[in-house]
């Protein structure tokens, strides 16, 4: 599903507000996502799951082209973890 697509099945739903009403809302809500791991901070969602940052340490790789060894950096990577409910549902259609 796009967010487009999401937008359209809100709108559906509620169909008191406009289509940029729900747009500006489905917006705020991402950007305050990032923003909030961004700030380094974990973002709980009860029943869908939680968001976080996690550290990967800096490793060795290969150039799979060469395979030269190469130094990889180390970095923060956007983490989501399936809440209970969410896995629920998934698993059992």
Not at 20 to 38: D, H, R
Request: net charge positive; glycine share 8%; proline share 5%.
């Amino acid at each position: 599903m796009t967010k487009a697509e999401l937008i359209d099945n809100i709108s559906q739903e509620y169909s008191d507000l406009t289509r940029g009403e729900i747009e500006i809302m489905v917006n705020t809500i991402f950007q305050s996502i990032k923003e909030a791991l961004n700030s380094g901070e974990k973002i709980e969602i009860r029943g869908f799951g939680s968001f976080r940052i996690r550290h990967r340490r800096m490793r060795e790789g290969r150039n799979p082209k060469t395979g030269e060894v190469v130094s990889v950096p180390p970095k923060k990577v956007p983490f989501f973890k399936a809440g209970k409910e969410l896995k629920v549902l998934v698993d059992h259609p």
